[in-house]
């Protein structure tokens, strides 16, 4: 057990970008093709991440969800959607063409259905690379493959704007319900970051379960990696759905991300034992859920049930309406911090 | 008169940084102060244009409004709004913090009342300097002196993305009827252009009446500037409003500014006339109505009035609800262009 109270350590910009792919095929072929991104070979990932600066330190999977445990953050690939979330300084859009390519040469897709790219503010925006040290570099990039995206900057409070790319216009989308939460968290409870070193917990199975984090989805496989001196990484996979958790203890640039795309009717629950778990000083919560013919009641109590967070004040409020998605912006504050 | 059909020269960054800042003092106050911008010094007013780097090069005034047509663009100092639009490579926020003390020093305004940064994304971004290379940098700057400003990306088109930062939040904003409309264009007609050398119109008094520019306001005064050997810079004041028009001729960068805050029932005739003077390829529109007691219906009917262009097709239309403004984008393109 550690006995200091707080973790001193080096910088490392802990947010992450995040890029979410839905792919499809726009013409029926007679081709022998796989239509699953799944059966993309091992060594094209690697040269995919290659390409991020990031690699593959563990992997899982089940019968839906390939899941990979990155150096920086992680990757899942399921049948045509392709999620990668990479921290750092890593170049993850760099990988973009290479991904296209990827699929349709082994999978047959030739289209992106739907594309979403998000990340809060940098720490430090200066120690990013090329074109990811803004966010208007990152759509011009984007928008050399999706020429028609929208692109959204929610959130007032400095230091919280939350950036997102997405398509949104795709004519024909017609995916089956998805929703997807993200909780990102900083200034978090040092009492709570300390049990996140390798000194207090040397294996993974033993941190996830002490810590509260396998209790979180009740039922899942957890595959989790514990980083040397400190820091933590876990994919969670739960029948078809995956969550992920990422951990920078270090005082000075503490940061810690939850994200799943697990559906619930209400995650008031869920969101308060995430908080809970890691004790931040303030959050930024996001949610998307698709319009797929649910009643706009029902969407927002979904919505709103995740806006009422105990011990915490919301100070900011953002509810866009995307073409085929409900997004929700909140930022919350730790009350009496 | 030039022979040429088209102009080659160097490339110029013709698009425009624009910052509008309004004033109020937040405690009445029994010292002598003057409340009113115009009371700024001269040289202070230079000093501050040496850290954006540009100079005056014109002035004019009426009884509302100090206009100073600059080395790179305009600038426009009435009783408690000021408002600076600069082109190239200048540095417009570095002068920011200059402005709120000379405001403050000068004048006995303690608050910025509201804010607006926006532009249009730059043709080469990558010859900016320091913040002003991305809109993310620009907008943690302003946020050190406008913490809780929202900030818009509107626009889907590759190129045509127009960038906002607004308090908008402002409790206590009580400004009479405030509209801004401004038409950026881009891709113009080179026998149009020829018209903004001076090898064709060798004064700007000539350049202003000759190419159609001094009927579009009538009855305005008008300052204009002539570049050698191209370009046409111009502001002109009618009564409490003003206008100014910028002109990049070359062709590789072609590129013509239109923004008034002279207000009318119905912008159609004024649309049609200054897209019809400059023969854009296409053009971005945007205008703020600020709501101020009047019916929502009468805000629709106003903001649609130039919603139609005769000509052009609209392929893209944003109309975010700000707190005290309606706001409207809208990107044109040349029908059989």
Redesign the interface.
């Known amino acids: 057990m550690l006995v200091t109270d707080s973790i001193q350590c080096d910088f490392f910009e802990g947010t992450e970008k995040l890029l979410e792919v839905w792919f499809g095929a726009a013409e029926a072929t007679n081709q022998n093709v796989s239509l699953d991104l799944r059966t993309i070979p091992r060594h094209e990932l690697d040269n995919l991440l290659g390409l991020v600066k990031a690699e593959i330190v563990s992997f899982t999977s089940n019968r839906w969800t390939d899941s990979y445990v990155l150096s920086e953050s992680s990757m899942f690939v399921s049948e045509n959607r392709f999620i990668i979330k990479t921290c750092g300084t890593t170049c993850l859009l760099d990988c973009l063409g290479f991904l296209l390519g990827l699929a349709e040469e082994y999978c047959g897709f030739d289209c992106i259905k739907n594309l979403f790219y998000s990340r809060r ?1 940098y720490l430090k ?1 200066e120690m990013q690379q090329g074109m990811h ?5 990152e ?2 990039y984007l ?2 493959f999706v ?7 929610l959130g ?3 230091g919280e ?1 939350w ?1 997102l790319f997405t398509m949104d ?1 795709a004519v024909d989308f017609d995916e089956r319900s998805d929703v997807t939460l993200e909780i990102l968290m900083s200034e978090l409870d040092q009492k709570k970051m300390v049990q996140f070193a390798k000194a207090c917990h040397p294996n993974a199975e033993q941190m996830t379960k002490k810590t509260g984090i396998a209790d979180l989805i009740p039922g899942a496989i957890h595959d989790g990696v514990v980083f040397d001196p400190i820091g933590y990484s876990m994919n969670g996979l739960y029948k078809d759905s995956y969550h992920t958790i990422h951990i920078t203890p270090q005082e000075e640039c503490s940061y810690v991300s939850f994200e799943t795309n697990l559906k619930l009717k209400d995650y008031s629950k869920l969101v308060d034992q995430v908080v809970k778990t890691f004790n931040p000083g303030k959050f930024i919560l996001t949610m998307f859920i698709s319009k797929d013919g649910k009643s706009s009641a029902m969407h927002r109590r979904t919505l709103s049930s995740a806006l009422n967070v105990e011990g915490y004040q919301r100070v900011d409020l953002d509810q866009p309406q995307l073409k085929n998605y409900s997004l929700t912006y909140g930022c919350f504050l730790k009350c009496n911090a």
Do not use: A, D, L
């Open positions: 503010v925006p040290q803004c966010f208007e570099t759509v011009k928008k050399e020429p028609n995206g929208s692109s959204y900057i007032q409070n400095p704007e950036y216009n």
